[in-house]
């Protein structure tokens, strides 16, 4: 082994950009997550099955799927994010990934939302691809079902966000994983809210504009707050580790 | 910035106080890391050596005392100081499902631009020849180390912290790395370790940690 640099007193470190540090942690949580097939299954396994026994559990008939449609399936993808967030930071943190990220140089905030972005590109995004499929399995109609992929689109980043929060913070505890849940789903309740809200207001043939407006001011604020509080909370997390 | 007095020292630590479960680790602990210089932490396990590193690092919050960055605060001048610093912990931030290659270019992409060509180069001098591309899962303790090991001869940051460098490599490996860590000290590198291994590097200073922790120069 020989180190390339010498003498290290002339040596000044060079700076590597923002973006391409985001980038690159981007890129390297999608190929992990894509070698890691389970964690990308799972969710959208789950989202699948609870929304498939709905009709079967309670009743398959049309009046009835139509009005709990959007609620089932907001639910059910809540439920499914609230899964895999407890390995949003979890493997980096057990690896010791997670200290280099605190120790590079570019800001935390910036890693941690382009680790909240990776997560929600394998967690997330699947479930709004699906969406439309289940949207049929309930009877909602062409326009209603657009709609719906429409409000997932803006509400699961809103939930990655918020959800790494939480992830966050319990990610020092041997069993976070109810905590975690306790901690975020009353931070969830507004997006649920909102987002069969808009749904609804679609099946009745009310304007939605409003609707999606206010979705949109969660992602906005959830988007540039979130990291914040995430950033914090890991730095707590891995200063009590 | 980067025109400094050779001789100032790059960290210093004011009268630290830690505890942990309710044991003090150490108390009144001071200590300064000149360029140009190897410091070894000593002590008994449980003794702490780990989390002073931490302290010194910025990872670990949980002290009384100062750290200082070429003289200023370093939470002041938190960019500067972790863009100089290198820190290997005894988790080596390698992915199990990433191969060296992609796991090298995923821990030098904060710091370096560097191209493959480079990384590859970096890993075969680390003595992973010919396993530069197989998934880290598949590899020994003493391999993955490696990787994160491979870091060093790449680095350009005058500060290294290295926690437990020597676990898990092999015989000519350490061999290797004594001299790696050597030849960046004479070049004005400055290093801090731990470690359980018999090292004795010309000029070595301690910091012992334990009943009465003290710096020895």
Redesign the interface.
């Known amino acids: ?9 002339a ?6 950009g923002v973006v ?2 985001m980038w ?2 981007l890129r ?1 949580d999608l ?2 997550s894509l ?2 097939r389970q964690d990308l299954l799972n969710p959208l396994l789950f989202f699948v099955m609870v929304v498939s026994l709905f009709p079967l559990g309670v009743s398959p008939e049309v009046s009835f799927l139509q009005q709990a449609g959007a609620g089932i399936l907001w639910v059910a993808a809540l439920l499914s994010t609230l899964l895999s967030l407890d390995h949003m930071f979890r ?1 980096d943190f ?4 997670l ?2 990220l ?5 800001p935390l905030y910036l ?1 941690v939302l382009a680790k909240t972005v990776a997560h929600w590109l394998v967690t997330g995004l699947p479930l709004v691809l699906v969406a439309p499929m289940l949207g049929v399995m309930v009877h909602l109609d062409g326009n209603s079902i657009a709609i719906l992929c429409l409000t997932l689109l803006i509400g699961t980043p809103v939930l990655s966000f918020i959800g790494s929060i939480g992830a966050a913070l319990t990610l020092g505890l041997r069993s976070g994983g109810v905590l975690l849940s306790l901690l975020i789903i009353p931070l969830y309740i507004p997006v649920l809210i909102f987002g069969t809200g808009t749904v609804n207001a679609a099946v009745g043939g009310a304007p939605v504009g409003a609707y999606l407006a206010l979705l949109g001011a969660f992602l906005v604020l959830a988007m540039t707050l979130a990291p914040f509080a995430s950033a914090a909370a890991l ?2 997390s ?3 580790s | 910035m980067s025109e400094q007095n050779a001789s100032a020292p790059l960290l210093q630590a004011v009268d630290l106080y830690c505890e942990r479960d309710d044991r003090i680790l150490f108390q009144g602990l001071g200590c300064s890391i000149v360029p140009g210089t190897l410091t070894r932490v000593e002590g008994p396990n449980g003794s702490g050596k780990t989390t002073l590193l931490r302290i010194l690092a910025g990872l670990h919050g949980g002290f009384e005392g100062e750290v200082l960055w070429r003289g200023e605060s370093r939470d002041a001048s938190r960019e500067s100081f972790l863009r100089n610093l290198l820190y290997i912990g005894h988790r080596p931030g390698v992915k199990a499902l990433l191969t060296p290659l992609e796991n090298l270019r995923a821990l030098m992409s904060g710091r370096r631009e560097l191209d493959d060509a480079r990384l590859v180069d970096a890993l075969e001098r680390s003595g992973l020849s010919g396993f530069t591309d197989i998934p880290c899962q598949h590899l020994s303790a003493g391999q993955t180390r490696r990787v994160a090991l491979a870091r060093l001869v790449l680095s350009d940051e005058p500060l290294w912290i290295l926690d437990e460098a020597f676990t898990a490599i092999d015989h000519d490996g350490v061999a290797g790395l004594e001299q790696l860590l050597a030849s960046r000290v004479a070049q004005g590198g400055a290093v801090i370790v731990t470690t359980h291994h018999a090292l004795a590097l010309p000029g070595m200073r301690r910091i012992r940690l334990g009943q009465e922790s003290h710096c020895e120069f």
């Open positions: 082994m020989n180190s390339e640099c010498r003498p290290v007193q040596c000044v470190p060079t700076a590597v391409p540090a690159a942690v390297r190929r992990v070698r890691q493997h057990d690896d010791g990934t200290e280099q605190v120790l590079q140089p570019q890693l730095r707590i891995l200063s009590n």
